[in-house]
């Protein structure tokens, strides 16, 4: 007869195969090799069409290895921020130090948001890609804290709403599932630490009213894209940027479609139609930890 092992001993076991396949570079955690930056980054889609050209200052497309985001030249934040959680981008590397930057990449003119820029304001240096989501490597965790892909983010809103549904998204890994995740703000004015407020840093960045994320949760494997199908599971939670946000981000779970409507974007657009369709009018209503 099976008998099941306690989850305790099977997270354990879990992580001892993860650590044993990272010391072997076992096929598992290998890069995918078929994917190229933007199939692995963008997966679900480019929500806004954004694009690299100079002309798009508010629309304006950054690809990184570890994610890519559009970037809004007048609000000086991202308007969202696009990533993949696998075994493979979750290893060793701590948190890096004192590693908030300037973005010298953004272009010629533009203004760049400093590490300094939020101090004393009430709010956060929120990550959207978050540096716990990418400790493969120095540098991969090093890329989270550039500040285009930061906002100004309440301080409970950023350490307890997002820091769980965070932790639970990298707990699913752990347990073998990926996740694709995409996320953003918008909107104007949040309340932070010190009360509300509008912009930060005289003006120059904009506090974003909402913060929205969309996570499509699978199996471990390949062909991702064609794996998810109308009984896949998609958690879509829009949370306000305040400092008394609940704790429990299943508070602020909603639809796909109910962030569209907000934002004028268009999510999971990789997709087809029709399973577009199912996928976005759900609600989650799993589980909000393991």
């Given amino acids: 007869m099976h008998v099941p092992l306690p989850r305790r001993y099977r997270n354990l076991c879990l992580l001892l195969l993860t650590v044993l396949a990272l010391g072997c570079k076992e096929a598992e955690i290998a890069p995918r090799k078929s994917l190229t930056l933007a199939d692995e980054q963008l997966l679900l889609g480019n929500p806004s069409g954004a694009t690299a050209e100079i002309g798009y200052e508010d629309n304006h497309l950054i ?14 934040t ?41 101090q004393g304001s009430g709010f956060d240096r929120g990550h959207n890609a978050p540096s716990a989501d990418r400790t493969r490597t120095e540098e991969d965790n090093s890329a989270t804290f550039l ?11 950023n350490q307890d709403t997002w820091g769980n549904l965070e932790a639970y998204t990298r707990d699913l890994v752990r347990e073998g599932m990926e996740v694709y995740v995409v996320m953003g703000s ?36 390949e062909n991702d894209l064609e794996r998810i199908t109308s009984g896949t599971r998609v958690i879509a939670v829009d949370t306000p940027n305040s400092n008394s946000a609940s704790p429990q981000w299943g508070t602020y779970r909603t639809s796909v479609d109910a962030i569209e409507k907000a934002t004028g974007y268009d999510l999971l657009s990789a997709l087809p139609q029709q399973l577009q369709k199912v996928l976005e009018a759900k609600v989650d209503n799993g589980p909000t930890s393991l």
Wanted: without cysteine; positive net charge.
């Fill in 186 to 221: 918008y909107g104007r004015g949040g309340t932070g630490a010190n009360g509300p407020a509008v912009t930060v840093d005289n003006g120059r960045v904009t506090v974003p009213a909402r913060i929205w994320k969309v996570l499509v949760v699978l199996p471990l494997g």
């Fill in 63 to 76: 690809m990184r290895p570890q994610y890519a985001l559009s970037y809004s030249r007048s609000r000086a």
């Fill in 78 to 118: 991202p308007n969202w921020v696009s990533w993949h959680v696998s075994p493979y981008w979750l290893g060793t590397s701590p948190r890096q130090v004192d590693d908030f930057r300037t973005d010298t990449g953004l272009p010629e003119g533009w203004y760049r948001v400093r590490a300094s820029s939020f």
């Fill in 147 to 157: 500040m285009t892909n930061i906002i100004p983010q309440a301080p409970r809103n």
